[in-house]
């Protein structure tokens, strides 16, 4: 069943799907436990390496993201990794997520130490900030919800996500936007390709992954030319021939 939710949350990068993922590995980790100390090993690792990749996919998700934290706290919780715990939320409460609140209050019930207390204020203090820069696109997508694709609110926001220079946050925007709008948008793929092709390769981690962006554009716009444009820049980016692309 690992590979099921493998495959969903590589077709359909949601919140929604990743936290029932993380879920699904903390309980199989929990059914590990019977068995013997390698075994369970094996599956904490896994399990963690699922709630990793999970932040970095999704943790970043300003209305959802905070569920993604959470979960990620909770499972570390569970093998009783309170300093893990700690360092979890500390993260999560630096990043613009419009239910901060919550994190706030799972760090207040550790009942930390008032040094520590005042950092994660100061922490708080200046991802508000970068929380208030935020709302206004997301004030203009929840306004256009319901009435219309609002294609015109998510252009906007992966305009000021681009301008910032973030991939992981813009990738994040971008999948909101095509659950919202559409995947059969040429725009939206070619704002992220644009978006890719001046991405540094050490930011983008992944280059198969990165490749794998080019291809999805075409299998949903196979008729877009300029998407095959930017996939042929990408290849000549990361190195790729182009016998492999014909491929």
Same mark, same amino acid.
């Given at each position: 069943?690992?590979?099921?939710?493998?495959? !969903?949350?590589?077709?359909?990068?949601?919140?929604?799907?990743?936290?029932?993922?993380? *879920?699904?590995?903390?309980?199989?980790?929990?059914?590990?436990?019977?068995?013997?100390?390698?075994?369970?090993?094996?599956?904490?690792?896994?399990?963690?390496?699922?709630? &990793? +990749? #999970?932040?970095?996919?999704?943790?970043?998700?300003?209305?959802?993201?905070?569920?993604?934290?959470?979960?990620? #706290?909770?499972? *570390?919780?569970?093998?009783?990794?309170?300093?893990?715990?700690?360092?979890?939320?500390?993260?999560?409460? %630096?990043?613009?997520?419009?239910?901060?609140?919550?994190? @706030? #209050?799972?760090?207040?019930?550790?009942?930390?130490?008032?040094?520590?207390? *005042? &950092?994660?204020?100061?922490?708080?203090?200046?991802?508000?900030? +970068?929380?208030?820069?935020?709302? &206004?696109?997301?004030?203009?997508?929840?306004?256009?919800?319901?009435?219309? $694709?609002?294609?015109?609110?998510?252009?906007?926001?992966?305009?000021?996500?681009?301008?910032?220079?973030?991939?992981?946050?813009?990738?994040?925007?971008? %999948?909101?936007?095509?659950?919202? !709008?559409?995947?059969?948008?040429?725009?939206?793929?070619?704002?992220?390709?644009?978006?890719?092709?001046?991405?540094? $390769?050490? %930011?983008?981690?992944?280059?198969?992954?990165?490749?794998?962006?080019?291809?999805?554009?075409?299998?949903? !716009?196979?008729?877009?030319?300029?998407?095959?444009?930017?996939?042929? @820049? @990408?290849?000549?980016?990361?190195?790729?021939?182009?016998?492999?692309?014909?491929?």
């Amino acid at each position: 069943r690992e590979g099921i939710w493998r495959a !969903c949350v590589t077709e359909h990068n949601t919140v929604s799907l990743w936290v029932q993922y993380m *879920e699904f590995m903390a309980v199989a980790t929990l059914q590990a436990g019977s068995e013997d100390e390698k075994v369970k090993a094996t599956w904490i690792e896994q399990a963690r390496q699922v709630m &990793k +990749e #999970a932040t970095r996919k999704n943790g970043l998700h300003v209305v959802e993201g905070h569920k993604i934290w959470l979960s990620y #706290a909770s499972f *570390e919780e569970y093998l009783g990794n309170r300093s893990v715990v700690v360092d979890i939320l500390q993260r999560a409460i %630096q990043i613009p997520l419009l239910e901060h609140g919550e994190v @706030l #209050a799972s760090l207040q019930e550790l009942q930390l130490s008032d040094d520590i207390q *005042e &950092k994660i204020q100061a922490l708080h203090t200046a991802m508000e900030k +970068e929380l208030k820069k935020r709302m &206004k696109y997301e004030k203009m997508v929840r306004n256009m919800e319901g009435k219309s $694709p609002p294609l015109g609110a998510y252009v906007e926001y992966l305009q000021f996500e681009g301008e910032k220079g973030g991939w992981d946050r813009f990738l994040n925007l971008h %999948q909101r936007a095509l659950l919202a !709008c559409g995947y059969e948008i040429p725009l939206l793929w070619e704002m992220l390709l644009n978006q890719l092709s001046r991405t540094p $390769p050490a %930011q983008a981690k992944d280059e198969a992954e990165m490749l794998a962006h080019g291809e999805r554009a075409l299998s949903w !716009c196979p008729q877009a030319v300029s998407l095959w444009e930017w996939r042929l @820049l @990408l290849a000549e980016k990361y190195g790729v021939s182009l016998s492999s692309i014909g491929q």
